[in-house]
């Protein structure tokens, strides 16, 4: 069975320094695995996927995400945070090709002071 | 144009009321899906659905319905509403055998 753990539920970051999300998975087979976001008042947005392409993943708004399988790991990234970066961000992972396999973790809010 | 629009965005009823949300999406995906996400922010998949299957999953109460008039359609019926049904509910859309869903904005649910 697949999961997905996120670990910090709350992340603060000041405005211009890393931010770095944490995500760790189980599967038992090789994973697609998924980072979205979600700003107040809305619904879930992809930020980007990993498809065994290529381990860094490079997705929109500067984030970027790498996948370790050692680590079984899919951490959430980006240089320089923004303001208009705060939000709920979800990593999800899925062990097959169709809508319906996905497993979404917790959730981690992240917010980003002045 | 939206791509996935849901009404109402709120709902407030009582227990033991019956109530629908619907779904419309224009992105010509054949699949769409039913998500709950509850107060802690967890996101659980109620109900997948396309022209040809119905997949639900188990743990959702029988009060429960999806009703799909046509594949740009998938409604929510919730009978003899719950405090516990008390959330978000998401509708979602994504092409038949693709696992890239794109969502709607949810529509709040609070029972009384």
């Known amino acids: 069975a697949q999961s997905v753990t996120q670990l910090g539920s709350h992340v603060s970051v000041s405005e211009g320094a890393l931010v770095l999300l944490r995500c760790n998975y189980s599967s038992s087979v090789p994973p697609y695995l998924f980072w979205y976001v979600q700003y107040p008042n809305q619904g879930l947005q992809l930020l980007l996927k990993?498809?065994?392409?290529?381990?860094l993943v490079k997705g929109i708004n500067g984030f970027e995400a790498e996948f370790k399988k050692s680590e079984t790991s899919f951490h959430l990234t980006k240089p320089s945070a923004h303001m208009s970066d705060a939000a709920e961000y979800f990593c999800a992972v899925s062990e097959g090709n169709a809508g319906n396999m996905l497993t979404f973790g917790g959730g981690t809010r992240l917010m980003v002071k002045p | 144009d939206t791509a996935v629009s849901q009404t109402p965005k709120y709902l407030v009823t009582q227990m033991g009321n019956d109530k629908s949300i619907k779904c419309e999406q224009n992105l010509g995906h054949d699949t769409m899906y039913w998500y709950k996400q509850d107060s802690k922010k967890f996101l659980k998949i109620m109900f997948s659905y396309n022209n040809k299957e119905l997949i639900i999953n188990e743990t959702v109460p029988n009060r429960f319905s999806p009703k799909s008039p046509d594949k740009a359609h998938l409604n929510l019926h919730i009978n003899s509403l719950e405090l516990g049904d008390s959330a978000v509910y998401f509708c979602?859309?994504?092409?038949?055998?693709?696992?890239?869903?794109?969502f709607g904005a949810g529509s709040r649910l609070t029972v009384l």
């Open positions: 979602a859309s994504s092409p038949t055998g693709a696992n890239v869903l794109t």
């Open positions: 990993y498809t065994s392409a290529a381990t």
